[in-house]
T-cell receptor, first 115, second 112 residues
């Protein structure tokens, strides 16, 4: 049973560029959340997708956008990259169908470096 | 074992001793709490969770204690092993479909 998978694992971009990160949720999960983790910090919530729509959003600018596909996989897009966007981007999945508490499961992230 | 004050970034524990990692959470309305372990180069890994209607829950070698009066959460690891070396985060949600709010994390360092 595959867990949450993210691609690519590492990425280097320059300021002003755009980037797309990808996530496949754990089998059976229908909800995907994205988090940004700066070095030495805890993950910060970016947004959550369910039924192909953004359901919740954290305190991130509109440069951060996302998408969820019918197969529940998701993309995170960041436009006009800034040096401060350098971080580990984590995807987490969960299921709304579970009747008991099921925590969000995380992938190993994409390490984004902005030069 | 060794207990630590809140927000201490690093905890060093002798192998075989018990570890206690403390955390203060922010929202008195939070209903669900989770401890995650994050090893270098990896994503957060679920350890144990607890609902607000409980004050203690036990897993394999781990116990979570919840004190809602003072908004305090702790993780106890019995017989700490080298593989327990990682950063540990407490996290909270208002409900299990909500965003997770992470604490600052504590690095657990195991002494030989």
């Amino acid at each position: 049973d595959a867990g949450v998978t993210q691609s690519p694992t590492h990425l280097i971009k320059t300021r002003g560029q755009q980037v797309t990160l990808r996530c496949s949720p754990k089998s059976g999960h229908d909800t995907v959340s994205w988090y940004q983790q700066a070095l030495g910090q805890g993950p910060q919530f970016i947004f959550q997708y369910y039924e192909e729509e953004e359901r919740q959003r954290g305190n991130f600018p509109d440069r951060f956008s996302g998408h969820q596909f019918p197969n529940y996989s998701s993309e995170l897009n960041v436009n006009a990259l800034l040096l401060g966007d350098s971080a580990l981007y984590l995807c987490a999945s969960s299921s709304t169908l579970e009747l008991v508490d099921q925590p969000q499961h995380f992938g190993d992230g994409t390490r984004l470096s902005i030069l | 074992g060794e207990s630590v004050g809140l927000h201490l970034p690093t905890l060093s524990v002798q192998e075989g001793d018990n570890s206690i990692i403390n955390c203060a959470y922010s929202n008195s309305a939070s209903d669900y709490f989770i401890w995650y372990k994050q090893e270098s180069g990896k994503g957060p890994q679920f350890i144990i969770d607890i609902r607000s209607n409980m004050d203690k829950r036990q897993g394999q070698r781990v116990t979570v204690l919840l004190n809602k009066t003072v908004k305090h959460l702790s993780l106890q690891i019995a017989a700490t092993q080298p593989g327990d070396s990682a950063v540990y985060f407490c996290a909270e949600n208002l409900n299990r479909d909500d965003k997770i709010i992470f604490g600052k994390g504590t690095r657990l360092h195991i002494l030989p």
